[in-house]
């Protein structure tokens, strides 16, 4: 019964439905379910037939009673199944940060907003073996909302979208069954996944490989030349232009606050192993509750603690090279 399973995916393509942009919000309207009989439909109806036949054949009363019964909860069914999907409300909500490798977990709503209470409806994303699912089978009571969480996977770094879900019933005996395909717009940001084993931090002036503390030297702008200032720090290029003599000024940062580098890292490492070792060592600041700074390209942190603050660098070391 292969062929039976993948008779929706092939119906919706050969009606060539016009495509829906995502939104958070959808409401599942009449033109958006289908329904087909399933493998105990298409049994049901083939007995049903054949004593139709048999009882045409010999003439039995009680034949006709029984098919014309059959077939009448058949219809009955098909009725009701299509109705315990139509007109639900379904909304989905971005999912909260993971790192690469590790499952997201989307939110869904399901709302009913006809006085219908929905039964055994089943939400799973379209993703040939990428998602897995939490309680796929939902009953959302009458002017109720139930909440579905739908895992899938993160295998690489960035953001991730809400693959398109597939909202599905049986209900009530299982001979039909009514599905709608959904686009919600729902996002997740991948981390970068931790380096296991990275070189240690050094809680003393001796910092780890990959990590610079600010000693002075960071430029500061220009200020007029005063008598004593030593010759390394006199802007003679400022002179040579014919501005004068001035001397460039440095400041100095508070000791303590740690700056992890892009350039002290990638030399040494490919660019993904480069993004793990980062992750791990603000994951360990973070822990450690210490001031840093992130110093990568197209991203500049000030020196900071807290969440936000480490929320902000990972999701830039997420994005890093990435478009968004």
């Known amino acids: 019964m292969n062929w039976l399973a ?51 054949n010999y003439g039995l009363g009680l034949g006709f009673a029984l098919s014309f019964l059959l077939a009448g909860i058949g219809v009955v069914t098909l009725v009701l199944t299509y109705r315990n999907l139509a007109g639900l409300h379904v909304r989905a909500c971005d999912a909260a940060p993971v790192f690469c490798g590790t499952p997201a977990a989307f939110i869904v709503d399901l709302h009913d907003g006809s006085g ?12 040939q073996g990428a998602a897995s699912l939490a309680d796929p089978y939902v009953d959302v009571p009458a002017h109720a909302e139930r909440q579905c969480l739908v895992r899938v ?61 600010t000693s002075g030297d ?40 740690i700056w992890l580098r892009w350039h002290s890292v990638s030399p040494q490492l490919e660019t993904e192993q480069a993004l793990m070792r980062l992750t791990r060592w603000i994951l360990d600041l973070a822990t450690e509750d210490r001031a840093f700074g992130l110093d990568v390209p197209g991203c500049l942190r000030a020196p900071g603690r807290g969440r936000a603050h480490v929320h902000a660098c990972l999701c830039a070391l997420a994005c890093f090279g990435r478009r968004q």
Do not use: M
Not at 154 to 178: D, Q, W
């Open 218 to 257: 960071d430029f500061a702008g220009l200020r007029d030349y005063v008598p004593g200032d030593a010759p390394a720090h006199i802007a003679w290029t400022a002179l040579a232009r014919g501005s004068g003599l001035v001397t460039r000024r440095f400041q100095a940062e508070p000791a303590g606050q």
């Open 116 to 127: 219908a209470a929905r039964h055994a409806l089943e939400v799973r994303a379209r993703l």
């Open 6 to 56: 993948k008779l929706p995916d092939a119906l919706a393509h050969r009606l060539g439905r016009a495509p829906v942009p995502p939104s958070a919000n959808a409401r599942l309207t009449r033109e958006r379910v289908y329904i087909l009989p399933t493998a105990a439909g298409l049994l049901s109806a083939l007995t049903v037939l054949l004593i139709l036949l048999a009882s045409i």
């Open 153 to 213: 996977d993160a295998p690489a770094r960035g953001t991730l979208t809400l693959p398109a879900l597939r909202v599905s019933t049986t209900f009530p005996l299982g001979l039909f069954r009514a599905w709608s395909d959904l686009d919600l717009a729902a996002r997740c940001t991948v981390y970068p996944r931790p380096e296991p084993r990275p070189p240690p931090l050094a809680s003393a002036p001796g910092l780890a490989p990959g990590i610079a503390r």
